[in-house]
């Protein structure tokens, strides 16, 4: 339990860590930000901002302290309550990073090595539950918080193996007592909402350490526990003075996005007036006051005027000016009208479009307020590319003229221009499935979408974004599948983009896509023979891994497709591996994690060895390390194969004749589509059938080496493996290999 209890806190604080940068801060900057907020302090009843001095620094206590000081037994469920720009935000990330820390030390030591599980994480940081782990899945399908929690171990052994640490194994952290976190209750999606305030209840009830967040105390589903007395609440408190005079004297002496002001100049700004000092107590204003004093003497006395003078002194032209623009419109608690703030959308979209900055979308996603005009600005510019515009000048005819400085440029390729659109729309969640219609329309050929050479298939950056916007749509996605070449699905094994693999893998797929999935199952019932063929044969492992190589397949994008698939879950592909072959080890673990599961017993012994072979291949010579690499890849093609391909036992040689005689010919495979579809699939299989990996291919290296029968069975292939594997080792079973199901292999036919 300690090496996996360990090893997860790292991986949760190198996740943590590249979620909470934030793009308007420096690294040293972002330091001090977080002992600004370490030193807030919460109390049980709410605390004024023209409160004075004396009375904030004796109330309150620190969030650790809350947590473990009320109760003989530990930690019970708490509710804290943060206003906007509060810092609520940053001292809940705060205790998570201390929680990751080291054994003894920080918030780790005070609070008795509690393990951290955040839950959900949404609000003003992360728009999205659990978006801060880039697992975004559909929490509200959990009935229960033992489901959910089952869930999260689930993804998090997933993510940890793939990326981490391949041999973790999370079964021993579920049985311990964790704190969770639950935080941004009431900006969560009504339905995810409805789920957790059970998963809540539930805590409560059971007296479970839970830290529970909002910005109000207006919550009527934790009000009623607090009423019932299962649950305490606090509030978060505004910052005395020492820690704002603190702040300003480094904050101002680092290099950051933003000229800095002198230190003088900020204190005299907060002497100033009483006003001054009541907006100095909350640190994202004390913040904002900073850089505004950095660009004028002026100091306002109010938010909405501080607010308004950043809005007309930042210069939208600089990337970190830009996104502070943006939060100000997107900051749903604004003094300024949000009829007002509506006006900025328009020309921040422009801006999103013409500097390629999709973390506006972001920023703006998190006013909800503001999703209607900013769909209404997204139909824009959709028909006035449909229409053979740029999306961008059409955005730009919305503009109001006082803020054209912001909107200003330009975008040369206008396909291009439309692709940045639809990335931003989606980061801020504003495509709706109205819009679906308006991007069909406008959907253009395929020599706009791919970029076809003679070995190779690349989507335009276009089709790449177009497909991200799977949920959207709907039955208009048919079009989008048929503009993606053939070659382009059988490459990438059918997770080519989110829109294919949904179709591929859909219970109720259109007739034309079925076609699609018939084409694409023969490929891949070729593949799995060959590399069930191939568990003990090294000439055979290195045929399969040439086909990998020669397809450029992303692994990563199939092992998540077919884990995921067991959870229910869809994921974006990961990154691929890099060219030479150390990277691919990197799957042994997570390879016989699927095959393991295919046995009703697993695989013990496979997996001991797996892990051997793993920890040896660190100094393996590269011939040795070329050999387990092609091993590698066989044994996780397989288990990835055999979860797609319909259960089937054997494959006989007639079978593999009769494959090869239907996918030979162009005109075969193109029979089976719409008349009018026959040319173009023709010509896509005829580009197929020149690959050295084409399905074709793997008939005819089949038909060389198989018996009459090969058996495709978990229990007939997996002891091959593990045989192979053991010879690798330098290791011999007491009844030595598996021979195989047809007897000696015949040798290869001329």
Sequence with gaps: MPAADET??????????????????????????????????VGPEPAGDDDDEEALAACGESLETCLIGHVETGMSPLWAVGSTRAGGCTLVQDLLLGLCGPAGAGARGRLGDVLPVPLVMCGRTVRGPLGMLGMDV????CETVAEALARWWALVEHDVRRAFAPGFAAADLQAARPLLLVAGLDELPEATRTAVGRWAAELCAAGAPVLLTTRSAE???????????????????????????????????????????????????????PA???????????????????????APDSLEALQRQLLAVLEPQRPAHRLLIARIVADRDSPIAAV??????????????????PELGDALGRDPALGLAGAEVLRAAAQGWAAGGCPIAAVQSLVPAGLTALAAGHVGDRDDAMARLVVFGQRAGWWRPEHAFVLHRGLPGRERLFEIEEATIRPRPLFTALAGLQEMWGTFALPLLRAAPLGYLLAEGGAACPVTTAALFAETPPPEVRTVRDLFQRALLLELALVSLAADDEALQREVLEVVLARDQDLDAALDRALLAELGETRPPGPRSAGNLSPRLLHIDAALELASRLTPDGAPELARDLELARARAATEHEPRLQRLAAFVVVILLYAIDRRLVPTRAEIRRNDVSALLLALTRPETV?????????????????????????????????LLHMPDAVSLAPERVLPRCHAWLRHFLGATTERGPVEHDGGERPRARK
């Design 8 to 41: 997860y806190r790292q991986w949760l604080e190198l996740r943590l860590g590249q979620s909470f940068i934030d793009d308007l801060m420096s690294p040293d900057q972002a330091v001090v930000w977080h002992e600004l907020c370490r030193a807030l302090r």
């Design 138 to 141: 559909r929490w509200d399908s």
């Design 219 to 273: 919550v009527p589903e934790l009000e009623q526990l607090r009423a019932a007395g299962s649950l305490r609440r606090v509030h978060l408190q505004p910052l005395a003075r020492p820690a704002i005079d603190r702040f300003v004297d480094r904050w101002v002496r680092l290099p950051g996005a933003f000229e800095p002001a002198a230190a003088a100049r900020v204190r005299a700004a907060i002497d100033g007036s």
């Design 276 to 298: 001054r000092r009541a907006l100095a107590r909350r640190p994202v204003t004390l913040a904002m006051l900073t850089v505004l004093l950095a660009r004028t003497e002026v």
């Design 340 to 357: 007002e703030r509506a006006e900025w959308v328009a020309p921040l979209v422009a801006a999103a479009g013409v500097h390629d900055h």
């Design 670 to 702: 193109a029979a089976a589509f719409p008349e009018e579809r026959r040319g173009q699939i023709a010509a896509d299989w005829q580009w197929v059938a020149r690959q050295s990996w084409a399905p074709q291919r793997v008939a005819e290296i089949l």
